[in-house]
């Protein structure tokens, strides 16, 4: 049995190998608390999500696959959450039932597998309800094939064929073995058979006569006889009690499928909660193939900063349909880096089939998501900061293929701006050329303007909205990048005392500050 909830047709590997650039994502997009939010406080959830999350799909398929169990999940909550309850009560059952591989004898053995068997059904019955109750009533072709699967695999002709067969195996009237002569007259190939059945009738079973028979009896005190017998009844059951423990691994390893698929939705319904209570929007989202240059956003907001904080953050619109560069520019605290990390949650979300946290999205997918972010200065002191960064940057270029995303926030800012400007002009010309779709954070004027200057139609330039007053709207505009990244705003709201009176001149606010500092 297959429960194929995250993918159409195979099982999701756990097991899967990290992804190279797995800690730098998790840096740079926050996933640490996306991760919290979605276990809240569950180790085995946090787990699942650490796992599922960043393994992007690429197939359009499989996301709209995982996208319409979710839909199921969320509409029928409670189902989805007795699901995962019935996967975890079977896994405690094992651990609480003794069965062992390694056990002493095939006897041991299968007395362990027909226990755990025998407790396995009473978790499958609960199984089989849930499917006849709710068949028909959810919509997706994962939970459709799910259910179709549990009420034909666990029929009530199947659910009758092995009560009997675990009353049989109880042995109650000792065992019936067959075997062949080998070399030197000793027994080979030892077979179970299955007791004869008991005529019906009373009458006949007193008056029949019994077949002949070769019988030998082991006295009391003849251990080595009972020694023999024991090893003898164990070449019989050994072939039945490997059968029958098989079986009991395959119930097991389906319910551990079970509670690892639906883990990772009731982590989502985790996370949607916690998003609903803030007031943020969810919505699926529409995915695009790789080939094409799809993004449009309304609403979008970054998932980390809304779970920080206690409302909605403010959520910004992006038309960027055929664009393969997008380039932020703007005040400084104006949202820019909250944007650009929007970016990448939303883009990886998608690709895990999940909501978005934006009023409508839809983009195209991406093969494989890198961010370029700056860092702290080196503590080992063993290269500068423009080292570091261009070492990172070669890493990222050595496994980016086409269709890639690449995320910038501020890189090549270590330097002075010329350089860092032409750095940063000469790996953006390679990676476009490489197809990959670049989202660029970047306070270097010389750069945004460079890139503004070239005309590209397939380049769209946003700007952190600021008022004249300096304060934030933590909008973004479509609107050519500035010189300035307004940074005596910060100044003034930092070290000008607040009675300084609103209509002081830039200059005096400025000395003022000076003052105070001194």
Partial sequence: MKAHLLHCSRDFDLRRARLWNETALTQDLSLEIVYRAMSQGDAYLYEIAKQVVPASLTDLGEIRHRQEV??????????????????????????????SIFASSPGMVLHGARDLVQAFLVVLHKLREVADFHTGSFRSNGFEQFFAMISRELSDDYFREIEHCLKELKLRNGTLISAHLGHGNKGILHVLRKPHEPDPNLLRRLFARRAP????????????????????????????????????????????????????????????????????????????????????????????????????????????????????????????????RGVGLAQLMMQAGMFVAARSFAANVCDGIFTHYKREEDSTMQGGKLDEELGRMSEIVDHMRENALFLSNESFAATNEREGAKIALQIIAALLQKRVKIVLVTHLYALADELHGQRDPAALFLRADRRTDGTRTFKLIEAAPLQTSYGEDLYRRIFVEREVEPAVSTSAALEAGRASVE
């Fill in 70 to 99: 979710l839909a199921d999940c969320i509409e029928h909550e409670d189902v989805a959450r007795s699901l995962y309850g019935i996967a975890v009560e079977a896994l405690e059952t094992e651990r609480h039932t003794f069965h």
């Fill in 213 to 340: 028979a070769l019988t030998f009896r082991i006295a009391d005190r003849d251990e080595a006889g009972a020694r023999a017998l024991s090893e003898l009844e164990a070449r019989g059951v050994r072939l039945v009690a490997n059968a029958l423990s098989q079986s009991a691994d395959h119930i097991l390893s389906f319910f551990s499928m079970l509670r690892e698929e639906t883990a990772f939705y009731i982590g989502c319904l985790n996370l949607r909660h916690e998003l609903e209570r803030r007031g943020v929007f969810v919505c699926f989202p529409a995915p695009h193939p790789a080939n094409s240059r799809t993004y449009v956003a309304e609403e979008l907001c970054d998932v980390s900063l809304a779970l920080h904080l206690s409302t909605a953050p403010v959520g910004n619109d992006a038309k960027a349909d055929g664009k393969a560069l997008v380039v932020v520019t703007g005040a400084n605290e104006g949202g820019k880096s909250t944007f650009l």
